[in-house]
């Protein structure tokens, strides 16, 4: 019986017509790291590439604990109360032992998931940093070109590592924990300064006020921090995704900022600014590969492992000889 996952052309029109099934099977072969199936994901992205602009790319990002999942199942049902379809990766961190993932996302979005207009997608980071997976772009054309029409993506979460993150969306909201506020010096600049909505959660019960106070802090705080572009400090607000409160103004707020986006060039620039991104960090990738599988490579690899473990050469030295290396 041939292998449903490898019929690209299979795959193509299941995606095209927004067959979960087919979706979910078209992302396992693009997230293979086999050479074939590498191969044959190239083709199948290439041939849904021409459907995949016109969905709303957001990622939620913060520390973990923060409440990104409860956020995320909140804000999806939203949207699908809205009539919006929405897909949502989520990053979940891998094991640097192991290389596993615990992936529990889903179950923390289980009314979102019962949805007929939602796709859950949980893909372990791989322990690639900047929040996201390796192959996070090519799942996120998918899901495009099957038809969703927002596409949330739940970072790792792990702090000032979420650039690349912030490169491939339209918004980038940064959720914080009440108390924010008094801890931004120990915040990372790095994300804030990327942050296009900032969000502080858990404005509920005994924490409500805290929250607000946050907000104020940061308001205040967050026109401090140099920004990239001439728009200014990011808005801020707080939302209790446990009470569904302030969402719908979180979501009219992304809303506000992907129009200002586009009404200043801002939208298209970002969006090409990460395909020539995406190109550049394949190359990187595929010159690094080749040249490695060069004949003798590996082995001179090895030795210049062998003489770095033991301090008998510069690291620097090292790769400097292996580039100038001739198999």
Same mark, same amino acid.
């Given at each position: 019986?041939?292998?449903?996952?490898?019929?690209?052309?299979?795959?193509?029109?299941?995606?095209?017509?927004?067959?979960?099934?087919?979706?979910?099977?078209?992302?396992?072969?693009?997230?293979?790291?086999?050479?074939?199936?590498?191969?044959?994901?190239?083709?199948?992205?290439?041939?849904?590439?021409?459907?995949?602009?016109?969905?709303?790319?957001?990622?939620?990002?913060?520390?973990?604990?923060?409440?990104?999942?409860?956020?995320?199942?909140?804000?999806?049902?939203?949207?699908?109360?809205?009539?919006?379809?929405?897909?949502?990766?989520?990053?979940?961190?891998?094991?640097?032992?192991?290389?596993? #993932?615990?992936?529990?996302?889903?179950?923390?979005?289980?009314?979102?998931?019962?949805?007929?207009?939602?796709?859950?997608?949980?893909?372990?980071?791989?322990?690639?940093?900047?929040?996201?997976?390796?192959?996070?772009?090519?799942?996120?054309?998918?899901? !495009?070109?099957?038809?969703?029409?927002?596409?949330?993506?739940?970072?790792?979460?792990?702090?000032? #590592?979420?650039?690349?993150?912030?490169?491939?969306?339209?918004?980038?909201?940064?959720?914080?924990?009440?108390?924010?506020?008094? !801890?931004?010096?120990?915040?990372?600049?790095?994300?804030?300064?990327?942050?296009?909505?900032?969000?502080?959660?858990?404005?509920?019960?005994?924490?409500?006020?805290?929250?607000?106070?946050?907000?104020?802090?940061?308001?205040?705080?967050?026109?401090?921090?140099?920004?990239?572009?001439?728009?200014?400090?990011?808005?801020?607000?707080?939302?209790?995704?446990?009470?569904?409160?302030?969402?719908?103004?979180?979501?009219?707020?992304?809303?506000?900022?992907?129009?200002?986006?586009?009404?200043?060039?801002?939208?298209?620039?970002?969006?090409?600014?990460?395909?020539?991104?995406?190109?550049?960090?394949?190359?990187?990738?595929?010159?690094? !590969?080749?040249?490695?599988?060069?004949?003798?490579?590996?082995?001179?690899?090895?030795?210049?492992?062998?003489?770095?473990?033991?301090?008998?050469?510069?690291?620097?030295?090292?790769?400097?000889?292996?580039?100038?290396?001739?198999?």
């Amino acid at each position: 019986m041939p292998d449903a996952r490898r019929d690209v052309g299979r795959l193509v029109a299941g995606v095209a017509a927004g067959d979960r099934l087919e979706l979910a099977r078209a992302i396992t072969l693009v997230e293979s790291d086999l050479p074939d199936d590498r191969q044959l994901g190239e083709r199948l992205v290439e041939a849904l590439l021409p459907r995949a602009h016109a969905s709303l790319r957001i990622a939620v990002s913060g520390a973990p604990g923060v409440g990104k999942s409860t956020l995320i199942d909140v804000l999806g049902r939203h949207l699908a109360d809205r009539g919006d379809t929405v897909a949502v990766l989520a990053v979940d961190p891998s094991s640097h032992v192991t290389g596993g #993932s615990v992936l529990g996302d889903k179950t923390r979005m289980g009314r979102l998931a019962a949805s007929d207009k939602s796709f859950i997608r949980p893909t372990p980071s791989g322990g690639v940093l900047g929040g996201i997976a390796r192959r996070t772009r090519e799942v996120i054309t998918l899901c !495009e070109a099957a038809g969703f029409r927002t596409v949330l993506l739940e970072t790792v979460g792990v702090g000032q #590592s979420e650039h690349e993150a912030a490169g491939i969306v339209d918004v980038f909201v940064l959720l914080v924990a009440p108390g924010a506020g008094d !801890e931004l010096q120990g915040m990372k600049r790095g994300i804030v300064e990327v942050a296009d909505v900032v969000a502080v959660n858990k404005a509920d019960g005994v924490d409500r006020e805290r929250a607000e106070h946050a907000a104020q802090s940061l308001v205040s705080a967050l026109g401090l921090f140099s920004r990239s572009t001439d728009a200014g400090p990011p808005p801020v607000l707080t939302v209790s995704a446990l009470e569904d409160r302030g969402v719908a103004e979180l979501w009219s707020v992304v809303e506000e900022t992907v129009a200002t986006a586009k009404a200043r060039g801002a939208y298209t620039a970002r969006r090409a600014r990460d395909r020539l991104t995406w190109f550049r960090e394949e190359l990187e990738r595929s010159l690094r !590969e080749r040249w490695l599988g060069a004949p003798g490579v590996r082995v001179k690899l090895a030795e210049l492992e062998r003489l770095v473990e033991a301090g008998s050469i510069a690291p620097s030295s090292a790769a400097r000889l292996l580039v100038d290396y001739k198999p």
